[in-house]
T-cell receptor, first 113, second 111 residues
Framework: QKEVEQNSGPLSVPEGAIASLNCTYS??????FFWYRQYSGKSPELIMS????GDKEDGRFTAQLNKASQYVSLLIRDSQPSDSATYLC?????????????FGSGTQLTVLP | NAGVTQTPKFRILKIGQSMTLQCAQD?????MYWYRQDPGMGLKLIYY???????DKGEVPNGYNVSRSTTEDFPLRLELAAPSQTSVYFC??????????FGPGTRLTVT
């Protein structure tokens, strides 16, 4: 069974600090990796996608992928209270026509003012 | 662009009733998906479609049905509602390769 594991948290960091969120996956055929942010009572919002090993930066967000170790992480620099949300890791396979994603259960992040 | 829209936002059903959750997208995406999310859990795929007239089961399809007669619309039908179907339902769409965009969700309670 394809699995995506995340620490459920909650993870608390002070404002201005770096928040580090981790995700591991079981299927070595996985080729695409996503981070979604979900505010309480709202729908998931795509914030990062990464397809190749290494780092990908977008503003205060950096996604890191290591396929050999089967983990993907999200770093949030200069964390703000508005970053307080649940972060969902999602993983997709390269094969098949459906382009299905498998989601982790999410990590709840709280940024303390 | 409205993106992905869902109706209704909230609904309370009695056990045994049926209903249809509506989903529409205006991005001309071929791929559409239905998920459910239970409290503190990730998203579970119910059904998906790779184009008009083509649908297939996901991880948790029991108790649900779908149809896809147009590119824009992907309704989800609940037959004989049960308390286990109390959840938040999200519709999503994507254009290859993978990035999925979600609608605002429907919060369903079955009592």
């Amino acid at each position: 069974q394809k699995e995506v594991e995340q620490n459920s948290g909650p993870l608390s960091v002070p404002e201005g600090a770096i928040a580090s969120l981790n995700c591991t996956y079981s299927d070595r055929g996985s080729q695409s990796f996503f981070w979604y942010r979900q505010y309480s009572g709202k729908s998931p919002e795509l914030i990062m996608s990464i397809y190749s090993n290494g780092d990908k930066e977008d503003g205060r967000f950096t996604a890191q992928l290591n396929k050999a170790s089967q983990y993907v992480s999200l770093l949030i620099r200069d964390s703000q209270p508005s970053d307080s949300a649940t972060y969902l890791c999602a993983v997709g396979l390269s094969s098949g026509s459906a382009r299905q994603l498998t989601f982790g259960s999410g990590t709840q992040l709280t940024v303390l003012p | 662009n409205a993106g992905v829209t869902q109706t209704p936002k909230f609904r309370i059903l009695k056990i045994g009733q049926s209903m249809t959750l509506q989903c529409a997208q205006d991005m001309n995406h071929n791929y559409m998906y239905w998920y459910r999310q239970d409290p503190g859990m990730g998203l579970k795929l119910i059904y998906y479609s790779v184009g008009a007239g083509i649908t297939d089961k996901g991880e948790v399809p029991n108790g649900y049905n779908v149809s896809r007669s147009t590119t824009e619309d992907f309704p989800l039908r609940l037959e004989l509602a049960a308390p286990s179907q109390t959840s938040v339902y999200f519709c999503a769409s994507s254009h290859p390769p993978y990035e999925q965009y979600f609608g605002p969700g429907t919060r369903l309670t079955v009592t």
